[in-house]
């Protein structure tokens, strides 16, 4: 049996959205950037604004996330999720538990956890239905500096959950086949997306990785 990709996750980038890298005023015309460049996935990641501002940023994101067929997943956060009808939240080891999440959202939302670089965290999300398993960080992160590190072998390891597998931290489109190669089905990306002044571009390359890479797309002759 293979991995089960389901409630609109497939293979390819994960962008990830940072209020310091991008002023709220660009956001929207960043993240379409991203989803024209090949995103399959987005994430609404901001630490520092207001509730309100955070509010209408999700709002607008998932409308335009929703015109363009692309799941908008919510960091942290549930009920923002929840408010603004998005496909989902993603949670770490010290945000709301996955049961509570799931509760709010529903059995169709998409749940994503972070497990570091631990089976064990992963074994607990998978029992708890995640829909996704996030490892990392794999490579420094200058938006993340204290991640705790990963190593490349956890994402073959993981695949024995057959749940779509997402590599995270520093990844680049110069550094993130190895990762493909290695077991990622996603690759979420903050500053070698959204840090580079044409995030078409880069978006591009990142998606270009899995046309190269990934056994769903690429065949050996
Ligand atoms: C896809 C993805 N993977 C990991 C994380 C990190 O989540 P968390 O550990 O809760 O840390 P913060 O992002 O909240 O700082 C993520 N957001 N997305
Ligand atoms: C949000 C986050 N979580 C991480 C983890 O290891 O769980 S690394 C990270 C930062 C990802 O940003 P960039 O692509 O700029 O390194
Ligand atoms: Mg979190």
Not at 82 to 90: E, F, Q, S
Not at 178 to 187: K, P, Q, T
Not at 208 to 215: E, K, R, T
Request: proline share 5%; glycine share 10%; hydrophobic share 40%.
């Amino acid at each position: 049996m293979s991995t089960a990709f389901n409630k609109g996750l497939r293979p390819g980038l994960y962008a990830i959205t940072d209020n310091t890298l991008t002023p709220s005023s660009q956001l929207l015309s960043a993240v379409a950037s991203a989803i024209l460049g090949g995103a399959v996935l987005v994430q609404y990641r901001d630490k520092s604004s207001t509730s309100s501002e955070r509010l209408r940023q999700a709002a607008d994101l998932q409308s335009l996330c929703r015109e363009a067929g692309v799941p908008l997943i919510i960091n942290d956060d549930a009920e923002l999720a929840h408010r603004v009808g998005a496909a989902g939240v993603h949670l770490g080891q010290s945000d709301v538990s996955l049961t509570e999440a799931r509760r709010l959202l529903g059995d169709q939302a998409i749940i994503g956890m972070t497990c570091h670089s631990d089976l064990e965290l992963a074994r607990t999300a998978d029992a708890a239905g995640a829909d996704y398993l996030a490892f990392g960080r794999f490579y420094p992160s200058s938006t993340k500096p204290g991640a705790p590190p990963a190593n490349k072998q956890v994402l073959a390891q993981a695949r024995q959950f057959r749940r779509p597998i997402t590599a995270i931290g520093g990844i680049s489109a110069d550094n993130g086949a190895e990762l493909i190669c290695s077991g990622a089905d996603m690759l979420a990306v903050v500053g070698g997306l959204f840090g580079h002044p044409d995030i078409e571009h880069q978006a591009r390359r990142l998606s270009q990785l899995f046309a190269d890479h990934h056994p769903l797309f690429h065949r050996h002759s």
